[in-house]
C-alpha cells in the first residue's frame, strides 16, 4: 500500500461546478499535510497546507480528518486555469520529508 | 525575489555516462532536497542537506548516486554510470529551514533522458 493515495482521475469538471478530491495516508505519526498544484511540465507550487481545523483560501477549502487519515480539496466556482494536477503531500514521521501522493488530475472544460 | 533555478533543464545523455545536475536555491535559505518524479508519480524523496551536511541520503536509490553542497548554497547531485531508468525529471527544493512545516519551494527542475 502506498503512503499516499489519490485517485488519479482525471476528474472532468464544466467551468463553475465545484469538485472535491480526497487523499488518504497511511502514517498516523504524520504532522504537516499540503496541497501542491502541478502545471504540465512545470514544477508542483503550494496551494495550500491543511490545518487540524480546516482551512479556506478564496475558492479553495482544505479539510483534514486525522481520526480517517485523509485529507480533502475543495473547489468552488471551478476556472479553466485550475486545470491541473492536485498532490497531496504528508510529511513522514513529524519531519522534514515529504511523502507525495501521484496526483489527481483536474480538467475544467467550457 | 529570484526563487529555485537548475540547469540544464533538459539533459539528455548515453547510457553509461556521467551527468551533474546543479541547484541554485533561494538566497539564505538553509535547508535543500532534491527530488526525482517519474512520469504519472508524485516527486520522490532523494536527499536532504541543512547547509552542508547531508542530513538524510536515505532516499537516493544506489551508490551512483551522490549529492554536494560544499559552501551551503548551490548542490550539485550526480549520477555515474546512468542507466536507462534514470530517466526522469530532477527537482531541487529549498526551505528557509529544514523543520517541520517549512514551506518547500521547488525550482523547475531538469528534465533527464538516458538513451
Known amino acids: 500500500r502506498k503512503e499516499v493515495e489519490q485517485d488519479p482521475g482525471p476528474f472532468n469538471v464544466p467551468e463553475g461546478a465545484t469538485v472535491a478530491f480526497n487523499c488518504t495516508y497511511s502514517?498516523?505519526?504524520?504532522?504537516?499535510f499540503f496541497w501542491y498544484r502541478q502545471d504540465c511540465r512545470k514544477e508542483p507550487k503550494l496551494l495550500m497546507s491543511?490545518?487540524?481545523?480546516?482551512n479556506e483560501d478564496g475558492r479553495f477549502t482544505a479539510q483534514l480528518n486525522r481520526a480517517s487519515q485523509y485529507i480533502s480539496l475543495l473547489i468552488r466556482d471551478s476556472k479553466l486555469s485550475d486545470s491541473a494536477t492536485y498532490l497531496c503531500?504528508?510529511?513522514?514521521?513529524?519531519?522534514?520529508?515529504?511523502?507525495w501522493g501521484a496526483g489527481t488530475k483536474l480538467i475544467i472544460k467550457p | 525575489g529570484a526563487g529555485v533555478s537548475q540547469t540544464p533543464s533538459n539533459k539528455v545523455t548515453e547510457k553509461g555516462k556521467y551527468v551533474e545536475l546543479r541547484c541554485d536555491p533561494i538566497?539564505?535559505?538553509?535547508?535543500l532536497y532534491w527530488y526525482r518524479q517519474s512520469l504519472g508519480q508524485g516527486p520522490e524523496f532523494l536527499i536532504y542537506?541543512?547547509?552542508?551536511?547531508?542530513?538524510?541520503d536515505s532516499g537516493l536509490p544506489n551508490d551512483r548516486f551522490f549529492a554536494v553542497r560544499p559552501e551551503g548554497s548551490v548542490s550539485t547531485l550526480k549520477i555515474q554510470r546512468t542507466e536507462r531508468g534514470d530517466s526522469a525529471v530532477y527537482l531541487c527544493?529549498?526551505?528557509?529551514?529544514?523543520?517541520?512545516?517549512?514551506?518547500?519551494?521547488f525550482g523547475p527542475g531538469t528534465r533527464l533522458t538516458v538513451l
Open positions: 503531500v504528508v510529511n513522514r514521521d513529524s519531519n522534514y520529508q515529504l511523502i
Open positions: 542537506f541543512q547547509g552542508t551536511g547531508a542530513a538524510d
Open positions: 538566497s539564505g535559505h538553509t535547508a
Open positions: 491543511v490545518y487540524s481545523s480546516g
Open positions: 502514517n498516523s505519526a504524520s504532522q504537516s
Open positions: 527544493a529549498s526551505s528557509l529551514s529544514g523543520g517541520e512545516g517549512n514551506t518547500q519551494y
